[in-house]
């Protein structure tokens, strides 16, 4: 017993500088990020107002289009107002609400992830002229993304907060997305010091497509704010009304068949669940794509008229197209609280363009 406490003692003994050791090595090897420079020093995303992405066209359509040296670029600006952002200094989509969430994302969270370290930054002497455009480091050749604060006084560009060009990825092997390390990045004022950026979720997806940035959603809202649901199409008309009990009741007036009013004696039960999947359909919409050019709700030659009329007085309706052609799968609308046109699948409105209104209610 005695020889066991004693050989406890000495694992006991033994194993402190050990534990001590590989402790003082393991925090030797750490480094806390926050310590290591930042590409722009003294970077924040709050005063950001502005962001301007921009790249040159290629070659083949600079000179099938024989463009001056401005119209060779193109590019997308954001402008902040609170806490959104929107599409601007574009003359068909100007004011389009963008996804802030997409913007945080894949602009300003990377740029306040750039750093000068040491173990991704190339060599100096390894970047000269040749290096930059081989890995798409000049404006001529690469992605340019500015971010830009408060406006000074009028007329007068906004101070740059941080410039870079998004140059190529990174490989060390191995073929497809999975492959890539990260990216060449640079400031262009400092054109030396080229950095290889690995993002957390190792893709960096910059676009210069409004579609690939805007807020996608049309109107949301919850049965419980509703007051009353009508959907028009070429079978007829169909009214509904929530009540205290939160189920639909029809409403007699608002029901057709064809032109011709609908006999609600004639039918039997509403069919509650029914009503319900076609609400739901409509509580939520998004967009798939936004089209150029702002349109009164007339212009779209509706098939579909859909209206929901909240408790408070408010009421979204969407006006939706014939299906566009045979292999489309979209169709053109518009929206009583949005201002510009846009495209809807075809799948999601479906319900609206074939529901019957006889067919709402069980036999009687």
């Not at 990377?110 to 290096?131: C, I, M």
């Not at 009013?261 to 039997?268: A, E, M």
Request: net charge negative; charged share 25%.
């Amino acid at each position: 017993m005695r020889l066991d406490i004693i050989l406890a003692v000495l694992a006991l003994v033994l194993a402190v500088p050990c534990w001590l050791t590989i402790r003082s090595e393991s925090v030797e090897d750490f480094i806390d990020p926050n310590a290591i420079p930042m590409l722009f020093p003294g970077f924040s995303a709050a005063p950001v107002m502005f962001i301007e992405i921009a790249r040159r066209r290629s070659e083949e359509q600079i000179e099938a289009q024989n463009l001056t040296a401005e119209q060779q670029f193109e590019g997308i600006a954001f402008q902040r107002r609170g806490d959104s952002w929107f599409l601007v200094r574009d003359g068909k989509l100007n004011g389009l609400k963008m996804d802030t969430a997409l913007i945080e994302r894949d602009v300003l969270e990377h740029v306040l992830d750039l750093r000068l370290d040491r173990d991704t930054l190339v060599p100096r002497e390894n970047v000269d002229e040749e290096f930059r455009r081989a890995n798409h480091l000049t404006v001529e050749t690469g992605m340019t993304i500015i971010c830009l604060g408060q406006p000074r006084a009028k007329n007068v560009r906004p101070p740059e907060l941080a410039h870079l060009i998004l140059g190529k990825t990174t490989k060390r092997g191995g073929a497809g997305a999975a492959s890539i390390d990260g990216y060449y990045v640079c400031n262009p004022s400092h054109p030396r010091e080229v950095v290889i950026y690995e993002p957390h979720s190792q893709r960096w997806n910059v676009s210069i497509r409004p579609s690939d940035w805007s807020d996608k959603l049309i109107h949301e809202f919850l049965m419980a704010e509703v007051d009353t649901f009508v959907i028009s199409n070429a079978l007829g008309q169909m009214g509904f009304k929530l009540n205290s009990a939160k189920r639909w009741e029809p409403i007699p007036e608002q029901f057709k068949a064809g032109d011709q009013p609908l006999d609600l004696k004639i039918v039997g039960r509403l069919k509650n669940q029914l009503v319900g999947e076609l609400f739901n359909t409509f509580a939520t919409v998004r967009a798939v794509e936004f089209l150029r050019g702002k349109v009164p709700q007339d212009a779209v030659g509706a098939e579909v008229i859909v209206e929901a009329v909240l408790k408070d007085g408010t009421a979204y309706t969407l006006h939706v197209a014939r299906q566009r052609n045979a292999d489309s799968n979209s169709s053109d609308a518009v929206a009583s609280n949005h201002k510009f046109k846009f495209r809807v699948i075809d799948f999601d409105v479906a319900s609206f363009r074939r529901q019957d209104p006889k067919d709402l209610f069980h036999p009687k």
